[in-house]
């Protein structure tokens, strides 16, 4: 196996995506709570910082995990690993470096690169995006971020925690327009309180400068609308990298989105050349491009012997906001879109002992069955570490289990995640078998008697 890779070993997610992003996330998550010190019978905290020490830790984060993605631990599993730009000559030659590699099968995951949008101006001003906000020393007084999806969001929220002013701007109607609409309300809410401007139904259009002030416009309601901003983060989306290493020349063809085609074996045009990750989309996510590098490597060394189709039945995801916001299978506008029938089981965690006793008792577990049984069809959470807990409900619908077999299953107190059986004992009251339960009352009658 020969691994090419030219820039860094770890791709997006190690340097300038889930790792730096998860480490900026926890260090603002101290200072927010630091300030909310009374609401834990603490009647002062004070925290003093500098921002550029809290960048230096998300840089020492990335470097301690690192090693995970280096060339010395591929090295020692046996894989050549080079740094260069690869060329696909052919189905069956790759070019690097002055040399000609012959192969067998070819695995593209060539991931992607923050998409941005073609806004007058703005190529005259340093924008940041993901892929460059790490470099940053100084912390924004003002910051606009363009974009309400999940990138956006996390890094209005830290931001907006460590001082910066932040105006958020999404094109759309809500934030977090992929999630449920109750999770996206509830993020709204949020930010809200925590000091964050948020702009939705406006339409980035034009970058300005009037008199010496950066400006971002926009068109709002048939008017315009300017925003003054230090800085502003580029957070719209991810385009798939297809360019640049031989694909055209070769005739792979691309979807609609602009990602590789692949069949469900995850393979191109050519059967020998395959694809995964960020580049074939439409789950641009860490998790998922390494469930899809195991079908494309598994497939391009046995596809004489047997081919196996990616499994996409349930993916789960997490925006890493606070509360986090998990979601697995469908919610409700994705069931109403798709014609599916479904039941709502909801719990509030308003209603729940830890999270009261962690004073995050803001969000919700909510499952979505199909009609008159317990079969999972989708399951949204909003809450803190959501992420983590999300996992019983995508087990159960991995392996076919039921609410009934979730509610009978003992959960630790106090946990969040007893939530989740809460919500299914939620789908048993709905449920109870109201034809049975008079017979019940007079058997009891008859032994009081």
């Known amino acids: ?46 925290v003093d910082f500098d921002f550029a020490d809290v960048m230096a830790r998300v840089q020492r984060v990335v470097d301690t995990v690192a090693p995970h993605d280096s060339v010395e631990r591929y090295s020692d599993l046996g894989v050549e690993c080079i740094s260069g730009e690869a060329w696909i000559e052919s189905p069956y030659s790759v070019a690097v470096n002055g040399r000609t590699l012959t192969t067998r099968a070819i695995v593209l995951a060539t991931g992607a690169a923050p998409l941005v949008p073609p806004i007058d101006g703005l190529d005259t001003i340093d924008y940041l995006t993901s892929d460059n906000v790490w470099a940053l020393r100084e912390l924004p007084g003002r910051l606009v971020v363009l974009g309400g999806g999940p990138i956006g969001c996390e890094l209005a929220q830290c931001f907006a925690r460590f001082g910066s002013r932040v105006t958020l701007v999404e094109m759309g109607e809500r934030l977090l327009p992929n999630e449920d609409p109750d999770a996206g309300g509830c993020m709204h809410d949020q930010f809200l309180a925590e000091g964050i401007e948020i702009r ?24 315009e609308i300017a925003l003054p901003f230090d800085k502003v983060l580029i957070a719209v989306g991810r385009k798939a990298n297809v360019t640049g290493f031989g694909l055209e020349e070769l005739g792979v063809p691309l979807t609609g989105r602009n990602t590789i085609e692949v069949n469900d074996y995850l393979q ?15 789950y641009q996510f860490t998790h998922v491009a390494g469930h899809e590098g195991w079908y494309a490597g598994v497939n391009a060394l046995f596809a004489g012997l047997k081919k196996f189709k990616a499994d996409y039945s349930v993916i789960p995801w997490c925006t890493f906001t606070d509360p986090e916001v998990a979601h697995v299978g469908l919610n409700e506008t994705e069931a109403r879109t798709r014609g599916v029938d479904y039941e709502v089981s909801t719990f509030d965690l308003a209603d729940s002992d830890r999270a009261i006793a962690e004073e995050a008792a803001q969000g919700f577990v909510k499952v979505l ?29 991995r392996h076919g289990l039921g609410l009934k077999k979730l509610m009978r299953t003992i959960h ?16 048993q009251r709905a449920h109870a078998p109201d034809k049975l339960l008079p017979w019940v009352e007079r058997y009891h009658a008859w032994r009081r008697t």
């Open 1 to 46: 196996v020969t691994l090419i890779e030219k820039d860094r070993m770890g791709g997006d997610c190690l340097n300038t995506g889930c790792v730096p992003s998860k480490a900026l996330i926890r260090s603002a998550k101290f200072l927010h709570d630091s300030r909310r010190s009374q609401a834990l019978g603490f009647r002062k905290a004070a």
């Open 200 to 223: 939705t139904g406006h339409r980035a259009v034009a970058v300005r400068v009037v008199d010496g002030e950066t400006q971002l416009i926009c068109e709002h309601a048939s008017s």
């Open 268 to 282: 191109t045009r050519f059967p020998n050349i395959y694809a995964c990750g960020d580049a074939i989309a439409p």
């Open 369 to 397: 069955t199909v009609p008159g049984k317990d079969k999972i069809l989708g399951a949204t959470i909003v809450g803190e570490h959501a992420g983590e807990w999300i996992v019983e409900y995508v087990s159960a619908m």
């Open 412 to 427: 630790i107190y106090p946990t969040l995640a007893e939530a989740n059986k809460m919500a299914a004992g939620q789908w």
